[in-house]
C-alpha cells in the first residue's frame, strides 16, 4: 500500500493523486501540443485551488511567480509561451518540470531520473530549484537517480540504495559522499 497522510492513494486516479498534493517528473515528459507552459502551470494551480475551495489565483499575480521562478532556473521568458514540451531539449522538459514543481508546491514530490541527459550547467539550475522547493520545505522530495551529481548540491536526508529492486542500504547523506569516493561495489555484493 502506499500512504499519504494515512490515505491509501492505490485507487486514486493522477489528478485525484494530484489534488492531494503530489507531483511527479518523468524521466520522459510527453508533449502537450497547444498548451503553453504558462497555461499549463495557470491550469495545475487554478484546478489545485478550486479543489481547496479557493478562488483562482489573479492573473497579473499568477504571471509574476511564473517570471520570478522562471528567472531562478533561467529561463528565457519567450519559453513560457511555447507548447509544453513541443520540441524541447532534455534541460528544457527537466527546467519546465522544476517551474511547475515551484509553482504548484506539492507536499511530495517525486523526481525520477531528473538529470539523466543532463548536461553540466543543466544539472546545476535544476538543483537550483530543486533547493528552492527544499528551502520552503513545503513538502517531501524523493528524488530517484542513477548518478549522484544531483545530490551533491542539495542537503539529503535519507539516502536509500536499491539493488535490482531490493533495499539494501538506508542512511543519510554519508552515503552519497561514499558512493562518490568509492562507487557501488559494495552495495551491489548486499544486493546478490
Not at 494515512?6 to 486514486?12: A, C, I, Q
Not at 515528459?29 to 495557470?42: A, D, L, M
Not at 523526481?111 to 517531501?140: C, H, P
Not at 542500504?169 to 558512493?179: H, K
Request: negative net charge; aromatic residues 6%; proline residues 4%.
Amino acid at each position: 500500500d502506499i500512504l499519504l497522510n494515512g490515505e491509501s492513494l492505490l485507487e486514486d486516479a493522477p489528478e485525484e493523486r494530484a489534488h492531494k498534493g503530489i507531483f511527479m517528473s518523468f524521466q520522459y515528459p510527453v508533449e502537450i501540443p497547444g498548451i503553453s507552459v504558462t497555461n499549463f502551470i495557470k491550469t495545475a494551480i487554478n484546478e489545485s485551488r478550486k479543489a481547496q475551495g479557493l478562488p483562482d489565483m489573479p492573473a497579473a499575480e499568477l504571471l509574476k511567480k511564473i517570471r520570478e521562478k522562471a528567472a531562478l532556473l533561467e529561463i528565457n521568458p519567450d519559453f513560457l509561451s511555447r507548447s509544453l514540451n513541443q520540441g524541447f531539449s532534455g534541460g528544457e522538459k527537466k527546467k519546465s518540470e522544476i517551474l511547475q514543481m515551484l509553482m504548484l508546491r506539492p507536499k511530495l514530490a517525486i523526481l525520477d531520473e531528473t538529470d539523466s541527459g543532463l548536461d553540466v550547467d543543466a544539472v546545476r539550475t535544476v538543483s537550483q530549484g530543486i533547493e528552492a522547493y527544499q528551502k520552503n520545505r513545503d513538502g517531501a522530495l524523493l528524488i530517484i537517480t542513477h548518478s549522484t551529481r544531483i545530490l551533491e548540491a542539495l542537503k539529503v536526508d535519507y539516502t536509500h540504495i536499491l539493488v535490482k529492486g531490493k533495499l539494501v542500504e538506508t542512511g543519510d547523506g554519508a552515503l552519497v559522499e561514499e558512493i562518490n569516493n568509492n562507487g557501488f561495489a559494495r552495495f551491489e555484493k548486499l544486493g546478490e
